[in-house]
């Protein structure tokens, strides 16, 4: 019993100081840094199976060739987005010391609410980024090979669907930029918000702990009685 005594006084000890919180939150960070990489294996699964079995099974020549292409292009890119991520998290992983420290009064709201941040820009950062590569690729794919969908008005109006495509996946990067930056600066203030509890917490009991400080040391010492002198011998 006595063991168990000690073993939950050290774990009561590690909750009080923020250790408890503050080092998995560093190894959730780094986990979701690995785990970003499963989504290039499954876009590489994907790939093969629309070779193997989908769309691009049936196709031969040079509109496979340059399908195969623009799929590679693809991959890379999910690759270098990955990776993007993998840094992200691995950053703000390093960070999380600067934000609390062991022995804070506040640890549980201030590691939420980056926690909270975080997600919203690396999503942000996702769907400004990942999106337009992904239609700009369909749209190199559809001018390489005079895709059906570039000619839907008759091959006379080919170059005139060219200009359309070429705007409308400006207009889409735009669009996705716009909405990524959204997605940040609402993520940013919802956990800015959810932070700025615990700050005037701790700015209240710091505000406290001065005042009585200077109470304590601003009241006057008692006086010192004076001892009756003896009388002088006659």
Not at 209 to 218: C, F, P, Q, V, Y
């Amino acid at each position: 019993m006595e063991i168990i005594s000690i073993y939950l006084s050290k774990l009561l000890s590690l909750i009080d100081n923020g250790k408890f919180f503050i080092v998995p939150m560093k190894w959730i960070y780094k986990l979701l840094s690995f785990l970003i990489f499963l989504v290039p294996l499954f876009v590489l699964f994907w790939i093969i199976q629309l070779f193997n079995s989908g769309m691009l099974k049936y196709m031969d020549g040079w509109n496979k060739f340059v399908a195969a292409i623009l799929c590679f292009l693809f991959f890379v890119a999910v690759i270098a987005m990955a990776y993007i991520n993998f840094r992200f998290w691995q950053s703000r992983s390093k960070k999380i010391d600067h934000i609390v420290k062991v022995g804070d009064q506040a640890v549980a709201i201030p590691l939420y609410s980056n926690l909270l941040q975080n997600i919203g820009e690396i999503w942000g950062i996702n769907i400004a980024v990942v999106g337009p590569v992904y239609i700009f690729l369909i749209y190199l794919f559809a001018v390489l090979t005079g895709a059906d969908v570039m000619r839907m008005v008759g091959s006379d109006n080919y170059f005139l669907m060219l200009i359309i495509g070429l705007i409308l996946v400006i207009l889409y990067t735009a669009i996705s930029i716009i909405i990524g930056f959204l997605v940040v600066l609402i993520f940013r203030f919802i956990a800015e918000s959810i932070r700025l509890v615990a700050q005037i917490a701790n700015d209240t009991r710091d505000i406290g702990d001065i005042l009585r400080s200077a109470t304590m040391t601003d009241q006057p010492a008692p006086a010192e009685v004076a001892e009756p002198k003896p009388e002088e011998e006659a």
